[in-house]
């Protein structure tokens, strides 16, 4: 389904593959490969596919109607500050970048590690924070 978001936003924006690519800086024939579904762009590749077509990842990708429809569940974290959190109830209303790496957090055996290391990071942000 992302080949074919891919080429139909490329076509209706009147863009050509070597268009696309000179953005993205890579050969046009990597892009094709995107476009023909032989690989996958990274992230930033994507994030930035998708600014150039003014549309979401998830829309990009044929996912918007699921992610709309998510809702995070009310499960208590260890060591996480509710009272803080963002009023973000869906998927939808998240950002790119924060769809993507649910995604992936998704796709990874050892999540255990993940949140161990991004719980680090925001102990370390909450303790800059109350200096």
């Given at each position: 389904m992302f080949s074919e978001n891919l080429k139909t936003l490329r076509k209706s924006c009147g863009f050509k593959q070597e268009d696309v690519a000179k953005v993205?800086?890579?050969?046009?024939?990597?892009?094709?490969?995107?476009?023909?579904?032989?690989?996958?762009?990274s992230l930033t590749n994507l994030i930035k596919i998708a600014h150039m077509f003014k549309v979401d990842v998830d829309e990009l990708i044929g996912n918007n109607k699921a992610s709309q429809q998510?809702?995070?569940?009310?499960e208590q974290v260890s060591g996480y500050r509710?009272?803080?959190q963002p009023g973000v109830r869906t998927l939808g209303e998240c950002s790119a970048e924060e769809r993507v790496l649910v995604a992936w957090f998704r796709q990874i055996e050892n999540k255990e590690k993940i949140l161990e290391l991004l719980k680090e990071e925001y102990d370390r942000q909450q303790n800059k924070e109350e200096e």
């Open positions: 993205l800086g890579i050969d046009r024939s990597a892009y094709s490969y995107y476009e023909g579904g032989k690989t996958q762009p998510l809702e995070f569940g009310s509710h009272d803080a």
